[in-house]
C-alpha cells in the first residue's frame, strides 16, 4: 500500500457554528493536521479549541492575531466566518499562506459589485495579485454555493447538447443557526419592508457567482446574471428557539440567479428556502439538492443528505451539526488539491477531481 501522506498543517479561522463543527472533523480527516485556531471575540482567545468546540481539551488555544497565524507557519487557512476578513486574507496570502473559505466568495463577481474597494481596483484582482505575490492559492467553497453547483456540471458530462441547466437547493433552513446570516438577508422583517428585495439580493448575490463558475466550466459565455424572488410571509408567530419570526415577517423563500446567453436563459441556481412551513406562500420543500438538465440526453439528479446511523433529528443540535458538516467539508477536502494548485485565485472549474472526494474511514 501507498504510504499516507504527510498532513497538511491548517490553521482555522472563527469557531462559530461552521467552525466548531469542524473542529470536530478536523482531528479525524487523514490528510490534515490542526495546529491553530484565530478567533474574534476576546472571551474565546486563550481558551482550550476543544472546549470551544464542545469537544473537551484538545491541546490547542485559541489565538487572536494575524501575526500568530503567520508565526505558525501553516500550509493552509481555512476561513469559517460569517463574512470574509479581506484584511486577514491579503495579509496571509502575501505571506505565503494558501486559503480555503466557505465565506461568501466563489469567483469574487459579488464582491466586486456589492463591496468594492476604495481604490476603485476589483476585489478579485487584489486578492489575486496578493495571492502571487505569496506564492499561495485562495479558493472559496461550500455546499450551496459550491457542491451544489459541481454536482450540476459532472451530471452534464452525459449530455450531448445543453439546452438549460438548473441547480436548485430546495432545504428547510432552521437547522442553520446563524442569526447574523438570516438578519443580513431580512428573515423576521416584515414581507412589505422595502429594503428586503435589496438585502436579499446583496447577501445572497454569491449564488450570482455560482452560475458565473458554472458558466465557465461550460465554456458559455454569459450576458448578463438576472435576480427574481417571491416572499413567504410567516401566517403565525414562530419562535426557532435561537430565531423569531413575527406573523407577518419573512420566513421564507424563493429566489433565482439566472444566466442569460443570447438572449436566452441558460445556466440557473434556484434557493427555495423554508425557515417555518407556516407561511403564504410556501413551497414543496423537497429536502435535497437538485439538477435539471435540457437537453440530449435529459437529466434529473437529486442529491439527498441523510444523517448518520444512530444520530437524532428531533436534537436540534445533531439536526445543525448535519448542515453545518455538509457546509464545511467541501473545504476540507479540497485543502491538498488547493496547495498544490498554482498560485493566485482559483474556482471549483480550476481544480481537479480528487479535490470534490471524500476520505475512508481509516479506523
Not at 501507498?2 to 473542529?23: D, H, K, L, Y
Not at 490534515?32 to 490547542?60: F, Q, T, W
Not at 443580513?184 to 428585495?197: F, K, M, T
Not at 435539471?292 to 433529528?313: C, E, N, R, S, T
Request: aromatic share 8%.
Amino acid at each position: 500500500m501507498t504510504a499516507a501522506p504527510t498532513p497538511i498543517r491548517v490553521f482555522q479561522v472563527a469557531t462559530g457554528n461552521v467552525g466548531s463543527e469542524m473542529i470536530k472533523r478536523i482531528g479525524r480527516h487523514r490528510d490534515l493536521e490542526l495546529i491553530g485556531v484565530h478567533c474574534y471575540s476576546p472571551d474565546k482567545i486563550g481558551r482550550d479549541v476543544g472546549e470551544l468546540a464542545g469537544i473537551g481539551p484538545v491541546g490547542i488555544t485559541a489565538t487572536g492575531t494575524v501575526e500568530e497565524i503567520i508565526a505558525a507557519r501553516p500550509d493552509a487557512v481555512t476561513f469559517h466566518g460569517v463574512f470574509p476578513d479581506e484584511d486577514l486574507y491579503l495579509a496571509l496570502l502575501k505571506a505565503g499562506i494558501n486559503i480555503v473559505t466557505t465565506a461568501d466568495w466563489i469567483t469574487g463577481h459579488h464582491r466586486n459589485l456589492n463591496h468594492p474597494h476604495p481604490s476603485g481596483q476589483p476585489w478579485t484582482e487584489i486578492i489575486d495579485e496578493a495571492a502571487k505575490e505569496g506564492g499561495a492559492t485562495f479558493y472559496g467553497t461550500g455546499m450551496n454555493p459550491g457542491l451544489n453547483q459541481i454536482l450540476g456540471v459532472v451530471a452534464s458530462a452525459d449530455v450531448a447538447e445543453i439546452e438549460h441547466i438548473t441547480t436548485i437547493e430546495s432545504v428547510d433552513v432552521s437547522c442553520h443557526h446563524s442569526a447574523a446570516t438570516w438578519r443580513e438577508v431580512g428573515y423576521g422583517l416584515p414581507v412589505d419592508e422595502p429594503a428586503l428585495p435589496g438585502m436579499l439580493r446583496k447577501y445572497t448575490e454569491v449564488f450570482a457567482d455560482s452560475v458565473h463558475m458554472m458558466a465557465d466550466a461550460f465554456d458559455l459565455e454569459l450576458d448578463d446574471v438576472t435576480f427574481s424572488y417571491e416572499l413567504g410571509a410567516c401566517t403565525k408567530d414562530v419562535d426557532l428557539g435561537w430565531y423569531r419570526l413575527p406573523k407577518g415577517s419573512l420566513g421564507a423563500s424563493y429566489i433565482k440567479y439566472v444566466g442569460i446567453a443570447g438572449g436566452v436563459p441558460r445556466v440557473e441556481t434556484h434557493l427555495e428556502w423554508q425557515m417555518t412551513p407556516h407561511t403564504a406562500p410556501s413551497w414543496d420543500i423537497k429536502g435535497c439538492y437538485v439538477t435539471q438538465i435540457k437537453g440530449d440526453p435529459q437529466i434529473y439528479q437529486k442529491h439527498m443528505i441523510f444523517p448518520a446511523p444512530g444520530v437524532d433529528l428531533s436534537d436540534a443540535d445533531d439536526f445543525a451539526s448535519i448542515g453545518m458538516t455538509v457546509t464545511g467539508l467541501p473545504a476540507l477536502n479540497a485543502i491538498r488539491a488547493v496547495v498544490a494548485a498554482p498560485p493566485g485565485v482559483v474556482t471549483s472549474a480550476d481544480l481537479p477531481l480528487r479535490a470534490f472526494a471524500g476520505r475512508f474511514k481509516t479506523s
